[in-house]
């Protein structure tokens, strides 16, 4: 019976590891059609829709011979797929075209805004977690309770409410009433040209050189907008973590648990929360990607320079290479998330690790 | 014989929104270091009469009793730090399914350890070797590779050993196995009931064996108990069985096939309501 | 007395719950009434229908309730008025117009974009799920391959991209946000069809020679009604708070329509000094999109009770 057992064991090792690699092809083929999937939309918006993509970009002031070589330098009387193909290949290596709000290179201009909004969607997820996943155990353990219903509305509530009103409301609150908070912005005008970031997250730059005055002054600007997306996750994290509770602790293992002699708050958070914890890294994974797009109308209400408020002040100049620039980024971002959350479901669950 | 467990007009009440169900009514029995089984149908109660003595009921389910009393202990009214005490280290239950009842993301070794460390000051070394211990004595061949496997890595039978020895490690006076092998392969069935036969034996234990499986029970058990709509309706030594007088556990006996014997008609469970009043 | 009781024919109530209807109508009434009591049991969610169905009324005679014109202020005598000033219960913005009145004609704005993007990305994703679940082999690959595809987007983002290009306007908004919504439905009508595909009925549809399309549309696509349903009632709050994003940012409804999210907008310049004239349309997205929140959830667990845990 072990000799069959250890003979089933072996087999259905290697069984396993060719099925690993053929779940990395797939995960490969994944990816890449995604990706695929993105450049053709952008490209349709870009190129497709606009009547004329020349006039999209240029505007409808430009002299006639500008148009004819800006439609020869952009390719447009290339057949369709040839267009799309050079579009791929532009957009693979970083290259979005130039921005003509700015002037600079679309990348080189994401490449400056974009860390702000980084420093801000992971701020919020951290607060996002931090508060929901204990507030969604508690909802569960204590189901029907007052508590739990106390859970439910706060999250109903993150839910329904249009987040760049919340913020405006915030801003009248408490910056302009109680003044507890700093004025829109990412950092006062007097550290603006004393302070020197390194990696562009300026609470960590701030940290790294010990200028104790920046830091404060950052948190200051930060933990508004941080909140308030960290409040729109809150919401979302909390309610899952209260179906997966729910769902695990109905489950016969812990019963097991508790037949051990276990206490409640092992079993609650070694035992069950434990196992919640494998789908909840794709919530709080989906929650994460969430807010960098929340970030596009956060980023308005609180003059954040990141890559929200770059889309959006593209958005109404009509710079359309700019916007898709920032699609794609976002997209790519959303797609890269989606890989780790996956990876790291297979890490904390043993049953879809191979070995 | 010292009386282990007693219980005495054990009565398990699930209040719902159409009105209150009984799932146990008024069950008495008594229990020394004996191997008892407890056998019915589903919905019969036996389940819950064993997690009422484990205080596994529900939270919303009320449980009264005139006594019931483990060891001297007045279980209803043990303040519930008590209660945890006792499970586990004094009382255990094991479960019907192992891909179930074993946590998914916790290693086995580390859920032996878990009952051991919660039960007893061990250190690290010492509560990894009584778990190989353990593992060893439930037959399995090589416990340093089982521990640090995962319990959807083990085969059923594999598992349920695994869960014998997470329930037994801390040395527990009373078991209680609900439908331990119902779940499981017919072939490896006899295997683990071996075992647990062997351990209860060894260790002196008092065992509750809950099951549907009649036969099964009798040639395990010592002495019989058969439940019918939250009663017992016979207490029977597992001896006395063929000489079974309430219709009811004749008709279980009945409905267990004889080879050679005329099937025609099959009989039919008769289950008559005076029965359950 | 007694003999009159068990003679008396079956009260409405009984009729309904009869487990053995005489009728296909009884059945279909009967298993209504059901959920409908299921619903009913569940406070908040009839507090949704009822803010929903308000939502309704309000749009409807936006005409007769208004007491002003929703576009034209009084600029002279009435610019930015505080709530609770004569005749202008909300206040007024700094064109002099009513903001109750524009409040009340926003309603229809934002009853059609829901409506709209109900229609349009609903049945999308219900026939892409449907067929792909139905057909299975190399069709539901690719046409799951592009759900995913679409899953995988920013929704937002894209939306925004999409209205650039369209140019700004509430239609567009309505185009953008339904070709972002639809894949989450084709999932589910997936889903619900493969577990329908295989049984017993179908099999017999089948063999009485009826057509692909006709099994689809006449016994898959009713199958995956309530779950989808359900979904799209969920997914109403997000359209709403959507189309108020787009017209924040300028790219929704133009002015002067009495778009909700285009009203916050204008009233950010004086959210210090008149915090009304952004905070009224604010509460108005907020309340009607909590109904649509309340009335799915209780959807969900009248309609699939199994979700919802009892």
Known sequence: MSMSDTVRMSGRRRARSRKAIAAVLQFLVVVATTYLGLLAVTFFIGRVIPIDPVLAVLGDRAPQHVVERTREAMGLNLPLYQQFFIYCQQALSGDFGTSVLTTNPVMTDIRRVFPATIELATLGTVIGALIGVPLGVLAAVKRGSIADQIVRVIGLVGYSVPIFWLALLALLVFYARLRWVAYPGRIDIVYEYTFSPITGFYLVDALWQRQWDVFRDVFRHIILPASLLGYFSLAYISRMTRSFMLNELQQEYIVAARAKGLSEARIIWAHALRNAAVPLVTVIALSYAGLLEGSVLTETVFAWPGLGLYITNSLQNADMNAVLGGTIIIGSVFIGINLLSDLLYRTLDPRTRAR | MSALLTVEDLRVRFPTRTGVVEAVRGVSFTLGRERLGIVGESGSGKSQTGRAVMGLTPAHAQVTAKRLAFDGIDLLSAPPKLRRDLRGKRIAMILQDPKYSLNPVMSIGKQIVETL??????????????????????????????????????????????????????????????????????TVQLEVLSILDKLVAERGMGLIFVSHDLRLVSSFCDRVLVMYAGRIVEEIAASELSNAKHPYTQGLLNCMPVIGADRHPLPVLDRKPEWAL | MSLATETRPLTRREWLLSDRPQSRLQARLGRAYMTW???????????????????????????????????????????????????????TDDQGRDILSRLIHGSRLTLAVVVLVAIIAAPVGLIVGAVAGYAGGWIDAILMRVTDIFLAFPKLVLALAFVAALGPGIENAVIAIAITSWPPYARIARAETLTVRNSDYIAAVRLMGASPARIVFRHVVPMCMSSLIVRVTLDM??????????????????????????????????????????????????????????????????????????
């Open chain 3, 237 to 310: 709050a997000g359209i709403i708070l959507t189309a108020a994003g787009l017209g924040f940012l300028g790219l929704g409804a133009q002015p002067p329509l009495p778009e909700w999210g285009a009203m916050i907008a204008s009233g950010r310049r004086f959210i210090l000094d008149q915090w009304w004239v952004a905070t009224m349309p604010g509460i108005a997205i907020l309340i009607v999109s909590l109904g649509f929140n309340l009335l799915g959830d209780g959807l969900r667990d009248a309609l699939d009770p199994r979700e919802s845990g009892q």
């Open chain 2, 117 to 186: 460390q919660r039960h007893e000051k061990v250190g690290r070394a010492e509560a990894r070797k009584r778990a190989l211990d353990m593992l060893a004595a439930v037959q399995i061949r090589d416990p340093a590779r089982v521990f640090d496997l995962y319990p959807h890595e083990v085969s059923g039978g594999m598992g349920q050993r695994a869960m014998i020895a997470m329930m037994l490690v801390a040395g527990p006076e009373l078991l209680i196995a609900d439908e331990p092998t119902s779940a499981l392969d017919v």
């Open chain 3, 37 to 91: 009591r299921r619903f009913s049991a569940n406070r908040l969610a009839v507090v949704g229908l009822l803010i929903l169905l308000g939502l309704c009324f309000v749009a409807a005679f936006a005409d007769l309730l208004a007491p002003h014109s929703p576009v034209i202020g009084n600029l002279a005598g009435a610019r930015l008025l505080p709530p609770g000033s004569e005749g202008y219960l909300l206040g």
